[in-house]
């Protein structure tokens, strides 16, 4: 992990984004222990092992985004042409292509930061806002204030935008495992086909994004870094 003074600041910059905005008030008097829960390290959930990504816990899915996935680009191609689709929110925004092409580098940037650690996307959003703020110059959330009128709604924004990535990733990389393993074609949409790559487009070569379903709504997504894996399409059952 980077310096652990440059953590602490992003960490308790996203306690302080708990605690302004979310609804919950109970999870806002504990916005500590509530952020700090949901950092994770890899080891809790899976471990790689000559070349494999083995769980260590119990977990209902797990998704791979990377140059090395089995015919990845061929399954992309095969996207259907419709709309990006993302929400009612940036949806309507002008810019929203740049908004979603920002969000996932900041996305990875802060997996980046926190090397070796999963973030639930419960406080992911809170998390790469605090990340950008200290370390990016605000550069990211700074297009987003642009487009909606307060605080409280780029909040919203990025929840709204974060849960469309993830579900998009989990999505797609459910269709080109049918595909390669089952040979069940089930094109990827337009969204699908946007989000993944872009993710493609911000990933080096030896890096793996990888999403965890750990439990029902409790997605954690890492980076891991300079290994070569083996099995990119994973089956759990």
Not at 222 to 237: A, E, H, Q, Y
Request: one cysteine or more.
């Amino acid at each position: 992990m980077n310096s652990i003074n440059a953590i602490n600041k992003v960490i308790n910059n996203a306690i302080s984004k708990v605690r302004l905005f979310e609804p919950n008030s109970l999870i806002r008097e504990r916005a500590d222990l509530f952020v700090k829960i949901h950092i994770i390290p890899v080891n809790q959930l899976v471990r790689i092992e000559n070349g494999m990504i083995i769980p260590v816990a119990y977990i209902i899915d797990l998704a791979v985004i990377s140059h090395s996935v089995v015919r990845i680009k061929d399954y992309l191609e095969m996207h259907e042409s419709d709309e990006l689709s993302l929400g009612k929110r940036v949806g309507k925004a002008k810019n929203k292509d740049l908004l979603v092409t920002n969000y996932i580098d900041l996305i990875i940037r802060t997996l980046r930061f926190f090397n070796d650690y999963f973030i639930c996307r419960h406080v992911l959003d809170h998390v790469a806002w605090a990340y950008d703020e200290i370390i990016g110059n605000s550069a990211v959330i700074n297009l987003f204030k642009r487009e909606f009128r307060d605080d409280r709604e780029v909040d919203k924004a990025l929840n709204e935008l974060s849960k469309h990535i993830i579900a998009s990733i989990m999505d797609f990389y459910n269709g080109v495992r049918m595909w390669v393993l089952n040979h069940e074609l089930r094109r990827p949409s337009y969204t699908q086909y946007f989000i993944v790559n872009e993710i493609l487009k911000k990933l080096s070569l030896n890096e793996h994004l990888t999403v965890v379903e750990a439990n029902e709504d409790y997605f954690y997504l890492g980076l891991f870094k300079d290994v070569s894996l083996m099995n990119t399409l994973i089956k759990l059952s």
